[in-house]
Nanobody
Framework: QVQLVESGGGLVQPGGSLRLSCAAS????????MGWYRQAPGKQRELVAK???????NYADSVKGRFTISTDNAKNTVYLQMNSLKPEDTAVYYC??????????????WGQGTQVTVSS
């Protein structure tokens, strides 16, 4: 069993910063990729940023230059540093991971979500 536990959400003023963390634990043979998605009220869940085991990154156009994704492989943790936050960044942010739980057995996992609210 694998669990993803997120932290770091909250309320911040426009222009402010937050850092989200997501730690994976459990029966982990290897981590193929980790990422962050978000879902605003009435909208579909969308990719924010992702990073592969080879450190290749991908960002949504709306967050390029403002958000940075990184990992601490020793802690099986992914971070999302969010700067210059805008009201339109308000959403529930979900951690996602592709994890190898046994040789040739890769599974997809989601965190429980953490609320980010950008408002004055």
């Amino acid at each position: 069993q694998v669990q993803l536990v997120e932290s770091g959400g909250g309320l911040v003023q426009p222009g402010g910063s937050l850092r989200l963390s997501c730690a994976a634990s459990g029966s982990i043979f290897g981590i193929n990729a980790m990422g962050w998605y978000r879902q605003a009220p009435g909208k579909q869940r969308e990719l924010v940023a992702k990073i592969t085991s080879g450190n290749s990154t991908n960002y949504a156009d709306s967050v390029k230059g403002r958000f940075t994704i990184s990992t601490d492989n020793a802690k099986n943790t992914v971070y999302l540093q969010m700067n210059s936050l805008k009201p339109e960044d308000t959403a529930v942010y979900y951690c996602h991971a592709l994890i190898t739980i046994a040789p040739m057995n890769v599974r997809s996992y989601w965190g429980q979500g953490t609320q980010v609210t950008v408002s004055s």
